[in-house]
């Protein structure tokens, strides 16, 4: 059997204090799949993908990346937060060449490597800027570039998009699709959005609270560039929508 | 962009003050009085739309209302401005009174300094690593914090007679009293700025491959250099606030021996003479560390 890149097999998560933040997920990710976790708030998405990330301990099962139990945060899987965590004190080539720079490259081929990533997300006129100057989505340019020039495999993104506003957050998603189709990234990308999460993914994972599970996985098969305003992406969005608040209709009857 | 906003605030200022002026003129029925107000009202104007010389308006009352206090009372306990100005000058240039105080500014601005910026630098020399290790180690939090707190409310006033006691007379006791002025400002600034580091800083470090030894020197210390320079900031005024005190510990020269001298020989225009020096090397020593916490962190949105 040829080990997935991401396997993550009957994972709980209990909090001290005995709250239940997971229970029983499996998972499965192949090499270069952009795959979307979504539901409401307390379903236990973001835990699951600190857990990746190795921010956080399981309390039971396993997380298997290529073939290696995750104990803790490695630069093989990036992560992009929602509040950026840029740091603040090094301009946006600093921040680009942090990781590289720290995993012991040579001070030219880190030059090259941040340069590229640069050009790659159009941050050139924003090189030698320090990130309290810039705006939002070029911060978010700047978070997604660093993990990028720090070779990640895996790219974790938690609602990263979610603080942006509308008309950001959607040539970001373009961007972002550009660039995972580019390279052989594979993405895992927290949403509490039907639509980004339908536009975006391969797969998408829909969870629910109390206490947090997986309770189904679709995968989108449309073509891309996706129209949100489709039938196809509609009867789709309808779908998971009825997923997605089975709960609120079964507490309600 | 700023200087348009206050080109145009001044242009407001004046013709709100163009408009006030013609009120009054007209109500007197004075036109030429009216004119006359008119120019006073737009250079109040100009003055006032103006940062530097708005910050002198308060001292500049100040000294109106001091000089309106002590006129006409020559024998006074609170001399006059002007002869504070005439015993600056003295204390500067001499050739006034030519007595133990005349032409001796230089030497004590320059002994009160080197005291200053000496027990400054001590104090920060101790307090910034001690506080990274309070910050950063529990163990030494448990160890030290409660009995430096317990310090901390000590005037160091109260300090001056164990301190002459211990160090002796004279300028080890006066460095050891500055020093512990501005030790507590930066020692709390510095546990503070290094505790109340952003904890998604050590996650984005961790997830692009710093090992945790690692995080001290990469992500710690960077990201608490804003909140350690307040506190040298706030450490450096202190310095210069208990500079009088420590020099009353029986010290030859220096700005605070001066004034308890010229207290001793009622010579009140002297002490004030004095007062105002401390507070002008203050003010520019302050200045200064300001420039250069401008330059180092550019990138800081409290300091750039």
């Given amino acids: ?253 | 962009m700023a200087t348009d906003s206050l080109s145009h605030e001044a242009v407001r200022l004046r013709r709100e003050a163009d408009q006030r002026a013609g009120v009054i003129g007209l109500a007197r029925g004075t036109l030429s009085l009216g004119a006359s107000r008119l120019d006073l009202f737009r250079v109040a104007g100009e003055v006032f739309a103006n940062r530097r010389l708005r910050a002198c308006l308060v001292p500049l009352l100040l000294l109106v209302l001091w000089w309106l206090g002590t006129r006409g009372n020559p024998d006074g306990l609170i001399p006059p401005p002007a002869a504070v100005g005439v015993a600056l000058w003295d204390l500067a240039f001499g050739g006034i009174n030519d007595d133990a105080f005349s032409q001796m500014l230089l030497t004590d601005l320059i002994a009160s300094a080197s005291r200053v910026y000496g027990a400054f630098l001590l104090a920060a020399a101790i307090a910034l690593p001690l506080g990274m290790l309070i910050g950063r180690l529990r163990i030494v939090r448990e160890l030290l914090e409660p009995s430096l707190q317990l310090l901390r409310p000590v005037p160091v006033t109260a300090w001056l007679p164990l301190s002459m006691i211990i160090f002796g007379l004279g300028p080890r006791s006066a460095f050891f009293l500055v020093a512990l002025g501005a030790f507590y400002p930066i020692l709390v600034n510095t546990v503070f700025a290094v505790r109340s580091v952003e904890p998604r800083l050590f996650e984005a470090a961790q997830m692009l491959g710093v090992s945790p030894a690692r995080l001290f020197p990469k992500v710690v210390l960077p990201a608490s250099l804003p909140g350690m320079f307040t506190g040298l900031r706030v450490g450096l005024g202190f310095a210069w606030v208990v500079i009088v005190v420590g020099e009353m510990t029986g010290v030859q020269t220096g700005l605070g021996a001066m004034i308890m001298d010229a207290r001793q020989l009622s010579r009140t225009e002297i002490v004030i003479a004095g007062m105002a020096v401390i507070g002008l090397a203050g003010f520019l020593s302050d200045l200064a560390i300001q420039m250069l916490g401008r330059r180092l962190l550019a990138w800081s949105p409290l300091h750039g």
């Fill in chain 1, 1 to 253: 059997m040829v080990e997935p890149l991401l396997r993550v097999s009957n994972v709980s998560k209990i909090y001290p204090g005995g709250i239940e933040a997971l229970r029983g997920a499996n998972l499965i990710i192949e090499g270069g799949e952009f795959v979307c976790l979504i539901g409401a708030s307390g379903c236990g998405k973001s835990t699951l993908l600190r857990m990746i990330a190795g921010f956080e301990q399981v309390t039971e099962g396993d997380v298997v990346v290529r073939g290696k139990a995750v104990t803790g945060p490695s630069p093989d899987r990036g992560m992009v937060f929602q509040d950026y965590g840029l740091f603040p004190w090094l301009t946006v080539r600093g921040n680009i060449a942090f990781g590289p720079a720290e995993r012991g490259k040579k001070k030219a081929d880190v030059a090259r490597i941040a340069e590229r990533f640069i050009a790659m997300m159009g941050l050139e006129r924003f090189a030698d800027v320090y990130p309290h100057q810039l705006s939002g989505g070029m911060k978010q340019r700047v978070a997604i570039a660093r993990v990028l020039a720090n070779d990640a495999r895996l790219a974790l993104m938690d609602e990263p998009f979610g603080a942006l506003d509308a008309m950001t957050r959607e040539r970001l998603q373009d961007e972002l699709l550009a660039i995972w189709r580019a390279t052989e990234l594979s993405v895992v990308f927290v949403t509490h959005s039907l639509e980004e999460a339908i536009f975006l993914a391969d797969r998408v994972v829909v969870m629910s609270p109390g206490p947090g599970r997986i309770v189904a996985e679709e995968r989108i098969v449309l073509e891309r560039p996706r129209d949100v305003s489709s039938p196809e992406f509609n009867a789709i969005r309808r779908r998971l929508a009825a997923l997605l608040h089975a709960d609120h209709v079964k507490e309600a009857a």
